[in-house]
């Protein structure tokens, strides 16, 4: 089994913090922007000392594991059941 829970929340929080897309902080304008498509050094900024902060919270703090089997585990484990079962 191998251990996918960082690599999804690394990937979600990489999209949802990306400057610009969903939020931007500071924003050009005003303090919080949204949807504006646009970027500066200092949101960057921002939002790698966020998208840290969470990284940690979630992995180190909370621990998020999420187990997957891979098919191929999978079969070999019926063709040995099927072969202990149902061989002649």
């Known amino acids: 089994m191998s251990d996918w829970g960082p690599v999804f929340v690394a990937v979600l929080l990489f999209i949802l913090l990306t400057p610009g897309l969903l939020i931007q902080i500071p924003g050009r304008q005003r303090l919080v922007e949204f949807g504006n498509f646009q970027t500066s050094g200092a949101s960057i900024l921002v939002h790698s000392i966020l998208y840290f ?36």
Request: charged share 10%; net charge neutral.
């Open 53 to 88: 902060a969470l990284i940690c919270i979630f992995l180190l703090a909370i621990g998020v594991h999420v187990y997957v089997e891979y098919m191929t585990h999978i079969s070999s484990t019926m063709d040995c059941i099927f072969r202990k079962h149902y061989a002649p």
